[in-house]
T-cell receptor, first 116, second 113 residues
Framework: EPEVTQTPSHQVTQMGQEVILRCVPISNHLYFYWYRQILGQKVEFLVSFYNNEISEKSEIFDDQFSVERPDGSNFTLKIRSTKLEDSAMYFC??????????????FGEGSRLTVL | AQSVTQLGSHVSVSEGALVLLRCNYSSSVPPYLFWYVQYPNQGLQLLLKYTSAATLVKGINGFEAEFKKSETSFHLTKPSAHMSDAAEYFCAVSDRSNNDMRFGAGTRLTVKP
């Protein structure tokens, strides 16, 4: 069964360093998303991406964040200069084919980011 | 914009007892509604979803939820709790027009032997 894959599963970085989290969405999906979950807290929406551009972003998604679909398969989240409060689990998701969708998002297993 | 509210951040039941996790939604358009389960140190697994077919939706692991438009609710139930049901449960809503999904704060279910 097709699935969303994320790498790395865990990354430890120093404050101020750049981090890139990678995702391979389900191949025939058109919408891509990043969500964040700080330990013990709710799953928060960061950004949605469609047709090679951001379609919506939350307040959390400030200038330190960017997303890119550099080729036909990868979808990346970059944090330019990490802060301690960026430590969280980051979930990638994808949804909707050309034939439409049911609103269901398919999530990856997550990438845990630890900022020291 | 759509949102969900989960009543009760922590629910504790005895093994074999009824599980009831509450979720109320707010949406300006007919919503899609979902329940996800998250086991410790794992990702999000879809339990069930409502997409405007039957209002009573059956999911995996014996869970079900009923969409009640008049109450703007989508509560999750299971007749008999099992130890393996202990996890965090998230209710979520998405807007049919843009597919963006928003999650509730989550309810941690503890099952006592």
């Amino acid at each position: 069964e097709p699935e969303v894959t994320q790498t790395p599963s865990h990354q430890v970085t120093q404050m101020g360093q750049e981090v890139i989290l990678r995702c391979v969405p389900i191949s025939n999906h058109l919408y891509f998303y990043w969500y964040r979950q700080i330990l013990g807290q709710k799953v928060e929406f960061l950004v949605s991406f469609y047709n090679n551009e951001i379609s919506e972003k939350s307040e959390i998604f400030d200038d330190q964040f960017s997303v890119e679909r550099p080729d036909g398969s990868n979808f990346t989240l970059k944090i330019r200069s990490t802060k301690l409060e960026d430590s969280a689990m980051y979930f990638c998701a994808s949804s909707v084919t050309e034939q439409g969708g049911s609103g269901e998002l398919f999530f990856g297993e997550g990438s845990r980011l630890t900022v020291l | 914009a759509q949102s969900v509210t989960q009543l009760g951040s922590h629910v504790s039941v005895s093994e074999g007892a009824l599980v009831l996790l509450r979720c109320n939604y707010s949406s300006s358009v007919p919503p899609y509604l979902f329940w996800y389960v998250q086991y410790p140190n794992q990702g999000l697994q879809l339990l069930l979803k409502y997409t405007s077919a039957a209002t009573l939706v059956k999911g995996i692991n014996g869970f079900e939820a009923e969409f009640k438009k008049s109450e703007t609710s989508f509560h999750l139930t299971k007749p008999s709790a099992h130890m393996s049901d202990a996890a965090e449960y998230f209710c979520a809503v998405s807007d049919r027009s843009n597919n963006d999904m928003r999650f509730g704060a989550g309810t941690r279910l503890t099952v006592k032997p």
